[in-house]
Every structure is written in structure tokens, then in C-alpha cells.
């Protein structure tokens, strides 16, 4: 018997019945929305507390240090002081600088106070000098929060964020406190921010004020 | 019974009667690893093609749709803080639910952020290579003319006593002297307009695309942030002085554009009688700012809906209180605290707002005050109340605590919440305060004494890069739109050929490929006659599309020979209409 042969047919038929095509636009939208968990913030978000609607960070957040050779330059720092003078970092040129944004109504910052003011008194003989830099704060609070902890050294009042805004292109600080340690020569060797322990910057000053300029 | 075979094709091994339908692949085994991958391939293959399918395309736009809706109806954290901690109070079951799906961030969330990508992948997976096609199509030439012309919609034929080269010759220059697109043969002229459509098909996909970028782009350099300003304070553009700063993934301190801006004075004005008082007309806030540090100073009205923008970043109104100023002497004599505190309003019809006052650093405890600012006081049944927002009579009422306030613990409080629980409530009784009076806190912790009162405003700073991009790419994209409706792809073709008695029979056709506004009839008729007066020629048939002959067109002589300028009725034959799409004789297959 003969049979002709039956021409190759090509049934139309979907590319994937319905449940498959469901499945597969869920599992590509599964992946699409791992990938972009955390899209919002990213590298700039981590180190700014400001972005998760706190202004101010709790324990030490993150800490950056930078070897001799590729330190940002800082600028100087000018202002009148909580006692009513001129102050410049330009006459602290020469020797270590540990510069601490703070505000009295920022509990981390007061939690680090004790510690910067022993710190301060530590390293008073040693050409290393401490600055603070008062941020949103009324002149009888900070002197009132001077007297509570017994802090030594000098705080600059910026109460319109000038001080903040010039190291916008170095090393700014990203949320409150932040502590910027200076070198000799003016250029920033570390920043951190949230509250600072005793210990690991009594550490990160003997180091800066054991190198040479 | 006797079989006969069917003849093997010389050179072919494998059977070719007895399999069917069956494919070669299924004639030679394969190695397993090689068919697992080319299963992989297959379902990626098919997977992609789902992905850009226009049904998955439409299916992604409905779902952005819908996600936008909880956004609409529930109040966002990115927008009114305030309102979601409402939120929280009024449904405390519900809404921790909600929070999980980030219902109350619904433009951050995750899945929302999945189906913008998808529908992006989607659509740029679809565009771009429909992108070169198009382009391919718009430079194409128009098709081969069909043999039989009078087979196409519309169709009209007649005499003319021009040799056939020259008559197609004629009626090719009067064509392309209409702006039609010409491909000429031996004989036969195909004439072809209207590639603006597929030029604006291809603007309204790429504006589409365009626009998805642009909205990406505003989002990845683009930040959105808060600050509170008290009358007389300054901040700059900086992260520590701001109070809620949602940058992009690529935004870093050094984009921020580093202006500072002062609150001068803020001014607002209420309707002040019939049923609407208390709703604010205008707010005005007279800002001083600069561009960058010690650049030179400018003075801004800014008012709501009048940004100020600085360096294309949008500094906007968006609220306003009042920051009653207090002075506190703690019980060793010494003022602690003197500042204005910013108390958030509750009530939008007289204003009420609520703070609280912290003194951590008063002697020998810590003091705290929680209360209310009224701008005009009215004692209604023995309570008071603010029925004006502007402050024409303003009362405070606070209570007093003393003991720890939690600070020194380093852990972080919202400067707008007092934690009483390591704290005793001091045993005064409440007396609303007027601006100047003092209360004075018994065992000599030390005296509150409300000095004035301070208006801030709630600014918010977005830059946005997105913005200017999408707007352009939105119009472009509606132009393009407009522009493939409105102009249609049509094809006219005229063949000479020699008749009898020398003459020349010239045969037209005209096919319209999307002609659903019509017109296309009148347009050929005007073309038939007009290339027939150009030839000398004398009409023989005239066939168009249904319903018989737009009154100008020329007149439809029955037979050949008929004299010149008889005038016998028109009988157009009302031909069936071969079939428009019947591309595969006009040589171009469409490519949709």
C-alpha cells in the first residue's frame, strides 16, 4: 500500500502554556526585585544616618582611615568660639587636630563626651589639639553641656552649617558626631562617625602624632 | 498486498515514508548534555520572547498602575511622616501588616521597583530591534507594481496615444512631483507615501524608552530631603543639617549643590470670616540665600507652589508651625537653655501643636516639659482651645518632669518625644502661660519662662535630573503617537502596456495599508485624473473600493473606444475588494 508521505507539520501552538508563562513572569520578577532591595541609598546611604530620618548615629558607625600618602586635604576652620573669641585651625598648624562635630540635644554625642574630654586632657602636653564644631544649638545649652562633662577644649558655634559645608568635597561628616582627626600637615588622616571610644581614638591619635610632618 | 514503496530520495539515509511528521533531530540520538542545553537555550529563548511580548508589555503598565494605588490612599512615610504614625495609632493591628508589603514606602518597595524594571526590559527588548526594523522599513523602496491592477481596491485604466515608456515615464514624474516615494521598471511605475508614519512609530517607542530612563536617572543621582527652619535660622545643604535626607544610589556629599538659605520673616494669611476661617490663603516665607559659600547673598519670596531653585535643586514650602521660645534656669541658677522649640501642629483649624522641651544638662536632675501651644486661646467649657491659626492670643501649657531623661545613654530619641520613664512629673498646677510669663518648679528645680514665639516653615529640597528629560521624552512621544494615526501608508502603481491601435493602455491601482480615517479615495481619484490629464489620455474603467465613484472623479467610460468627451453615466462596478492584506503578491509581508 502506498502511503505519501505527510509533509512535516508545524502546529501553532504557544510558547508555553498559561501556567508556565505566570510562573515565568513571577520567577523574572522575583529576581528583578532581589536585585533591587536597597536600591534606594546605596554606598552614600550606609555612611549617612540622616537617610534612615535620624539626624544622628548610636555606637560607632563606620570609621575610615587613610594611609599617609592619600590623605584629602582639610580646610582650615574659622569661627567664633563658645566664649565669644576667634578661633582658626590655621594656628594649629603643625600639630594634630581631632575635630568633633557635636550638638547637645544628640544623645550618642553625649554618650562620647566623657571620652573626648579625658582624651583631651591626656594628650594636652602633646602638640595635639581638640576642636569642637557645635551643630543646631543655642549658646546656653552647649556652655551647659560644657559644664555637665567637663569638656576642656574649644567649640567652635556653627549654627549655619559653614563649618560642615567646606568639607563637603574632602571628607564631610556624614551625620552627628563625627570626629575628623588632622595631621600635621593639615590633611585628614581619619574620620569617624557615631560615638567614638576611648580606647580606638587615644589609638588613632598616637598614631597620627607619631609620624613625622 | 502488495506494498510499493515509495521511492527513497537518492542521497537520503533515513527513512522518509514511515516517520510522519517527525523531525530530523529525531533520526540521529543525542549526547544528553547537549539536549539539556539545548532545552536551557530553548527556555530562555522562550522566556525572552515572553518577556517582550507586547501582551506581557501591557500586563507590567496595569500593574504599575494598580501598585500606584495603595501610594495614593495610604499615607507615605516619604511624604507626611506624621500621618503614618496617625496610621499606626488608629489601626495598630493593620498596619504593621501593611509596613511588611511597604505599603506605607510604596514607590521605594522592592516589588514595586521589580515591576519598573520589567516593564523597562520588557520594553527595551521589544524596541530595539522593532528600532531598526523601522528604520529599515522607512528607507525601504515601495514594492515590485502587481501584474494585474485591477485586482487592488482601488483601480482605474485607461487609453492614452503615448508610447508605454513615456506614459509611465509621465506619470511616474507627476507622482513623485507629489512627494511620493518612486521604483520604476520596464513599464510599470510603483509609487509609495507616508513613511512618516512608521517615523513616528518609532519616536513614540524610543520616548517611551526614554522616559523610563529618565524617571531611572532621576531616581539614581536625584534626592529627596526635609528641613525644619525657625524664623531668623540658617542651614546649608549638607547631611548633618538635614533632618530626613533620602539620597539616590549614586548620590554622594559632594553632589549636593552646597547653597544656604536663611528664614528671614514668614508671613501667613487666614479667610477671616464665613464658613472657610482658618484656612490659610497664602503663606509667604522671605528667604536670603546663596549659591555657594561666600557667594554673593539673594533675597526669594518663597511661597507654596513657588519653589526656590538654586543650582536645579527645588527647595519647596510645604508646612508651617510656630516654635514658642523658652528660657530655663535650673535649680544652681543657671540658664541651660534658651532657645525656640518647633512644636508640630496636630489640628489644622486653630493650629494646636504639640513639643516637648529637653534640659539635659540642668542641675541637680534633668529636666523635661511636654505641652501644648496655642496660637489664639478661647476657653471653651472650661478647656482651652486654639480656634485661629494666627497667633492672636498664644497660650502654652506644658507639664514638667525631672529625673533622666535617657540621653546619656547614647541611644538615639526623636527630639519631638519625651521618655518619662525614668522620670517623676513635677506636682505643679497646669496654668497656661502668656508670652512672658514664668512658672516656677517646686523644690527649687528651677523656672520655665516662655519668652515668645517663633513661626518655622518645613522646607523640602529635591533635585530631581530626571525631570526635564521626561517631560521632553513624554512630548516627543505623544507627537509620535499622533503623527503614525494621522498619516497613513498608501501605494499608488500604474503599468503602460501597448493596446490596439497603437495606443496605450495605462492601468492604475491604489492600495491604502492603514486607511481607517478614509480618504484615501478622493486622494487617488484626484491622482487618477490628474495623471491622466497629464498623459492626454481618455478614462476606460474606474473601480473603487465598495460603494461606486466620489462624484469628481472621472468619468468611467464603459467601453474602450468610446469618443473623447461623451459623457456616459458613471457604472462603476462596485468591485469586491481583494483582500488589502493580500501582501504576499504586493511583495512586502508586514512586518507586525
New interface residues.
Given amino acids: 500500500?502506498?502511503?505519501?508521505?505527510?509533509?512535516?507539520?508545524r502546529v501553532a501552538r504557544p510558547?508555553?502554556a498559561a501556567p508556565g508563562?505566570t510562573a515565568?513572569?513571577a520567577l523574572?520578577?522575583?529576581c528583578?526585585?532581589?536585585?533591587?532591595?536597597g536600591?534606594?541609598?546605596?554606598?552614600?546611604?550606609a555612611s549617612?544616618p540622616?537617610?534612615g530620618?535620624?539626624?544622628?548615629?548610636?555606637?560607632s558607625y563606620s570609621t575610615t582611615l587613610f594611609r599617609p600618602g592619600s590623605r584629602p586635604a582639610a580646610p582650615a576652620v574659622s569661627g567664633i568660639t563658645l566664649t565669644g573669641q576667634r578661633l582658626s585651625t590655621r594656628s594649629y598648624r603643625g600639630d594634630v587636630v581631632v575635630l568633633n562635630?557635636w550638638g547637645?540635644?544628640c544623645?550618642?554625642c553625649?554618650?562620647?563626651a566623657p571620652a573626648l574630654a579625658a582624651l583631651a586632657r591626656h594628650f594636652r602636653s602633646g602638640h595635639v589639639h581638640f576642636l569642637g564644631v557645635d551643630?543646631?544649638?543655642?549658646?546656653?545649652?552647649a556652655e551647659?553641656?560644657t559644664?555637665?562633662f567637663g569638656v576642656g577644649y574649644p567649640s567652635l558655634s556653627d549654627?549655619?552649617?559653614?563649618i560642615?559645608?567646606?568639607f563637603?568635597?574632602t571628607l564631610?561628616?556624614?551625620?552627628?558626631p563625627?570626629t575628623l582627626v588632622l595631621d600635621r600637615s593639615g590633611h585628614v588622616a581619619g574620620r569617624i562617625v557615631g560615638?567614638v571610644s576611648y580606647s580606638g581614638l587615644k589609638a588613632l591619635i598616637s598614631e597620627v602624632a607619631a609620624e613625622n610632618s | 498486498m502488495t506494498g510499493l514503496r515509495a521511492p527513497r530520495a537518492p542521497g537520503r539515509g533515513a527513512p522518509a515514508a514511515g516517520d510522519g511528521g517527525a523531525g530530523p533531530d529525531a533520526a540521529l540520538p543525542q549526547p544528553r548534555g547537549q539536549s539539556a542545553r539545548l532545552r536551557l537555550a530553548g527556555w530562555l529563548r522562550r522566556g525572552w520572547r515572553q518577556l517582550t511580548s507586547m501582551r506581557t508589555a501591557l500586563i507590567l503598565l496595569f500593574l504599575l498602575a494598580v501598585a500606584s494605588v495603595p501610594g495614593s490612599v495610604l499615607p507615605q512615610e516619604g511624604i507626611d511622616p506624621a500621618a503614618v504614625a496617625q496610621y499606626y495609632a488608629a489601626h495598630p493591628a493593620l498596619a504593621p501588616v501593611l509596613a511588611r508589603f511597604s505599603l506605607f514606602n510604596v514607590f521605594a518597595a522592592p516589588w514595586f521597583a521589580a515591576t519598573y524594571l520589567l516593564l523597562f526590559v520588557s520594553l527595551a527588548g521589544c524596541v530595539l530591534p522593532r528600532t531598526f526594523r523601522l528604520a529599515g522599513s522607512a528607507r525601504q523602496q515601495p514594492p515590485q507594481a502587481p501584474r494585474n491592477l485591477s485586482r487592488l481596491p482601488l483601480a482605474a485604466s485607461y487609453t492614452t496615444a503615448l508610447e508605454p515608456a513615456a506614459a509611465a515615464a509621465a506619470a511616474g514624474q507627476l507622482l513623485s512631483g507629489r512627494r511620493f516615494r518612486l521604483r520604476t521598471g520596464a513599464g510599470w511605475v510603483a509609487a509609495e507615501k507616508g513613511y512618516l508614519r512608521e517615523v513616528g512609530n518609532l519616536l513614540f517607542h524610543i520616548a517611551l524608552l526614554a522616559l523610563l530612563a529618565s524617571v531611572g536617572l532621576g531616581a539614581i543621582f536625584g534626592y529627596k530631603a526635609n528641613r525644619l527652619l525657625v524664623t531668623g535660622d540658617s542651614f546649608a545643604n549638607t547631611p548633618t543639617a538635614l533632618d530626613v535626607f533620602r539620597p539616590g544610589r549614586l548620590v554622594t556629599p559632594s553632589d549636593l549643590a552646597p547653597f544656604s538659605v536663611t528664614l528671614d520673616r514668614f508671613t501667613a494669611s487666614y479667610v477671616t470670616s464665613g464658613a472657610e476661617t482658618g484656612q490659610p490663603l497664602q503663606f509667604n516665607a522671605a528667604l536670603r540665600y546663596s549659591a555657594s559659600p561666600g557667594g554673593p547673598v539673594r533675597s526669594y519670596d518663597l511661597r507654596v507652589n513657588h519653589p526656590l531653585v538654586v543650582d536645579g535643586v527645588s527647595v519647596y514650602i510645604i508646612g508651617h508651625g510656630y516654635a514658642p521660645e523658652f528660657r530655663v534656669t535650673d535649680g544652681a541658677g543657671q540658664v541651660v537653655f534658651d532657645d525656640a522649640v518647633p512644636f508640630i501642629p496636630v489640628n489644622q483649624n486653630g493650629l494646636t501643636s504639640e513639643g516637648v522641651i529637653k534640659v539635659p544638662d540642668a542641675s541637680p536632675d534633668q529636666l523635661g516639659f511636654a505641652g501644648v501651644f496655642l496660637p489664639t486661646a478661647v476657653d471653651s467649657g472650661g478647656r482651652l482651645e486654639s480656634v485661629f491659626p494666627a497667633p492672636l492670643d498664644p497660650r502654652v501649657s506644658l507639664v514638667a518632669y525631672a529625673g533622666s531623661l535617657g540621653m546619656n545613654a547614647g541611644q538615639p530619641q526623636s527630639v519631638y518625644q519625651l521618655d518619662t520613664g525614668h522620670m517623676r512629673q513635677l506636682p505643679i498646677s497646669p496654668r497656661p502661660l502668656s508670652p512672658g510669663e514664668s512658672m516656677k518648679l517646686p523644690d527649687h528645680a528651677g523656672t520655665l519662662t516662655f519668652t515668645g514665639y517663633k513661626p518655622w516653615v518645613s522646607l523640602a529640597i529635591t533635585y530631581d535630573p530626571g525631570q526635564l528629560p521626561a517631560l521632553l521624552s513624554g512630548i516627543v512621544a505623544l507627537a509620535g503617537l499622533i503623527l503614525s494615526f494621522m498619516v497613513r501608508r498608501r501605494r499608488v502603481f500604474a503599468r503602460a502596456s501597448a493596446g490596439p491601435d497603437g495606443t496605450t493602455i495605462v492601468d492604475l491601482g491604489g492600495l491604502a495599508r492603514s486607511d481607517a480615517a478614509g480618504g484615501f479615495d478622493e486622494e487617488f481619484a484626484e491622482l487618477a485624473q490628474e495623471i491622466m490629464v497629464a498623459q492626454d489620455g481618455r478614462c476606460l474603467t474606474a473601480t473603487w473600493h465598495g460603494t461606486g465613484p466620489p462624484a469628481d472623479a472621472p468619468g468611467a467610460d464603459e467601453t474602450i473606444g468610446t469618443a473623447p468627451g461623451s459623457t456616459d453615466p458613471v457604472t462603476g462596478t462596485s468591485e469586491s475588494a481583494v483582500s488589502s492584506t493580500d501582501d504576499e503578491s504586493l511583495g512586502h509581508p508586514e512586518g507586525e
Avoid: H
Avoid at chain 1, 500500500?1 to 507539520?9: I, K
Avoid at chain 1, 551643630?135 to 545649652?141: G, H, N, P, T, V
Avoid at chain 1, 549654627?159 to 559653614?162: A, L, V
Avoid at chain 1, 564631610?172 to 552627628?176: D, E, K, L, R
Fill in positions: 500500500m502506498y502511503r505519501m508521505p505527510r509533509p512535516a507539520r510558547a508555553l508563562r515565568l513572569i523574572l520578577a522575583l528583578a526585585g532581589a536585585s533591587v532591595t536600591c534606594e541609598g546605596g554606598a552614600i546611604a549617612t540622616a537617610s530620618g535620624q539626624s544622628f548615629v548610636s555606637g562635630f547637645s540635644w544623645a550618642p553625649r554618650q562620647e551643630i543646631r544649638d543655642d549658646q546656653a545649652s551647659a553641656f559644664r555637665t549654627p549655619g552649617d559653614e560642615a559645608l567646606q563637603r568635597s564631610p561628616p556624614a551625620g552627628i563625627s560615638g
